[in-house]
C-alpha cells in the first residue's frame, strides 16, 4: 500500500486519533481510507443521476483569517443558475456561516460543493441533496 503524508491542524489530528480509538479502529489510517472512499462515493450515486434535486450546502468560516468569503460569492456568481438562495450570518466573534440552497442536477450541485470545499481556510462543509421527483410523486397522491 502506498503511503501518503497528509497535513492538518493538530486539532484535527487529535480528534482523529481519539476517533479511532473510540470506534475501535486499528489506527488513523484506516479512518483516513474510510473517510476518503465516503467522500468520493457521496456524489456517485446513480439513482441521483438525471434526477432534478434540490441541495443545502452550509459553509463555516473565520472570517478574520481567511479571504473564504470573497471566494464564496465568487463561486455563488460563477453558479448563479444553481444558487437560488443564499444566507450570510455572522457566529460568535470571528465566523461566518454561508447557507447556499441550490436547484439543479448532480453534477452542477457536485461541482458546487467540490468548490466550496477546495477552498482554502474553510472549517466545515456540510451539505444534503433532496430529489425534487420524490416531493412530485407525493403531492399527486
Known amino acids: 500500500m502506498t503511503v501518503v503524508s497528509v497535513s492538518m491542524p493538530e486539532s ?3 480528534r482523529l486519533d481519539e476517533f479511532a480509538e473510540e ?3 486499528t489506527g488513523r489510517s484506516e479512518v483516513v481510507r474510510e473517510a476518503s472512499r465516503n467522500l468520493l462515493g457521496e456524489f456517485e ?3 441521483l443521476e438525471g434526477r432534478e434535486l434540490m441541495g443545502v450546502v452550509t459553509v463555516v468560516f473565520d472570517h478574520e483569517t481567511s ?3 470573497e471566494r464564496m460569492m465568487q463561486i455563488r456568481h460563477d453558479h448563479e443558475h444553481t444558487v437560488v438562495s ?3 450570518n455572522h457566529v460568535g466573534d470571528h465566523y461566518c456561516m454561508e447557507l ?3 436547484e439543479g442536477e448532480l453534477d452542477e450541485i457536485s461541482t458546487f460543493v467540490g468548490k466550496v470545499r477546495a477552498t482554502s481556510d474553510i472549517l466545515s462543509v456540510d451539505y444534503s441533496v433532496v430529489p425534487l421527483d420524490d416531493f412530485e410523486a407525493d403531492l399527486a397522491h
Open 23 to 25: 470506534h475501535g479502529y
Open 12 to 14: 484535527l489530528l487529535d
Open 45 to 47: 450515486d446513480k439513482k
Open 86 to 88: 443564499n444566507v450570510h
Open 100 to 102: 447556499f440552497i441550490l
Open 67 to 69: 479571504s473564504a468569503e
